[in-house]
């Protein structure tokens, strides 16, 4: 199953998370070009924390920050099915780059990791 928005809201992470948690034959979801700032991103990670089924995260053009990354990067080293996450297109900065760096060293089953463009700014 593959689930697409392109509306930020706090409703609509509620949402997000509802359907992330409860519907396990969920692997790819799609929030690029959706505003998700650093809170939106730590909820998403919240989620991903204990999430057993999705496989692809693409999170490219949004407002993701160093603290965001950070908390993706948490994530990151408790999930064991996350194969891609896209983060083209976000402002994690070096500081938030380093932090999901290292979270690679946790998890060994991403495969992806996209960082390209407008990291920086």
């Known amino acids: 199953m593959l689930v697409f928005l392109n509306y930020k809201s706090d409703f609509t992470f509620i949402r997000i ?9 969920l692997h790819h979801v799609i929030l690029s070009v959706c505003n998700i700032d650093n809170k939106g991103a730590s909820i998403l990670a919240e989620v991903l ?6 496989q692809k995260l693409n999170l490219k053009d949004n407002d993701v920050g160093e603290k965001g990354a950070s908390a993706l990067a948490e994530a ?15 402002s ?8 999901l760096a290292e979270a ?7 495969q992806n990791l996209v960082l390209r ?5």
């Open 17 to 25: 998370n509802n359907i992330i948690r409860r519907c396990p034959q």
């Open 76 to 90: 990151l080293k408790m999930n064991e099915n996350i194969e891609t996450l896209d983060l083209e297109d976000n």
């Open 104 to 110: 690679l060293k946790m998890n060994t089953i991403l």
């Open 117 to 121: 463009r407008r990291m920086y700014e």
């Open 92 to 99: 994690i900065g070096a500081k938030g780059a380093s932090t």
């Open 49 to 54: 924390k204990m999430n057993t089924s999705l």
